[in-house]
């Protein structure tokens, strides 16, 4: 069974980064041909895609975030993360991680991490 | 960005009843649509890719259709565990994007 776990700050200051990762059990993020993803929650709200690295480490990322994300992987470590840059309240959210598998939706999530930014 | 447009936002429902939800899609997007159930605390569940194929695992009370930019998700007999919020999510194209949501209360 494919396992999802998230792990990082639950605070992070307004204007500082955040840096998330998330390591994965039951599937080889380097050798399948899966894509691995972040997706936020913000509270009482719905869904939002952030980014994504492919089993290749080919990146995708959300316009609406001004370039400010980077997702990276390690192999080594079977773990992917998340670094969203110059952050504000606004992106106090639930992070998840996710796999999206060959039929295109994201088949498991991790039980995600509440982040908060604030001073 | 395509966007995903959700209807009802909020469906008030009983156990049995058949519900269905519907999602449009703001410019074509053929089959490539997902849904998701999310309970409260949970991360969502996935229940249905391309529109209409079920997900191993899932009960066959749910189920999806449509093509294009207009699609259904269907729960054929509500049972007390389905009372939850719903989300479609377009992979036709990047950035991912979901609905805003349909939430099933009692």
């Known amino acids: 069974q494919v396992q999802l776990q998230e792990s990082g700050p639950g605070l992070v200051k307004p204007s500082e980064t955040l840096s998330l990762s998330c390591t994965v059990s039951g599937d080889s993020i380097g050798a399948s041909f899966n894509y691995w993803n972040w997706v936020r929650q913000s509270p009482g709200k719905g869904l939002e895609w952030i980014g994504s690295i492919s089993y290749g480490g080919i990146t995708k990322d959300n316009p609406s975030l001004s370039g400010r994300v980077t997702v990276s992987s390690d192999t080594s470590k079977n773990q992917f993360s998340l670094r969203l840059t110059s952050v504000t309240a606004a992106d106090t959210a639930i992070y998840y991680c996710a796999r999206v598998s060959s039929n295109g939706g994201f088949d498991f999530w991790g039980q995600g991490t509440l982040v908060t930014v604030s001073s | 960005d395509i966007q995903m447009t959700q209807s009802p936002p909020t469906l008030s429902a009983s156990v049995g009843d058949r519900v269905t939800i519907t999602c449009r899609a703001s410019?074509?997007?053929?089959?490539?649509v997902a849904w998701y159930q999310q309970r409260p605390g949970k991360a969502p569940k996935f229940l249905i890719y391309?529109?209409?194929t079920l997900e191993s695992g899932v009960p066959s009370r749910f189920s999806g259709s449509g093509a294009g930019t207009d699609f259904n998700l269907t729960i054929s007999s509500l049972q007390p565990e389905d009372f939850a919020t719903y989300y479609c999510q377009q992979y036709n194209s990047y950035p991912r994007t979901f609905g805003q949501g349909t939430k099933v209360e009692v």
């Open positions: 410019r074509a997007i053929a089959v490539w």
């Open positions: 391309k529109a209409s």
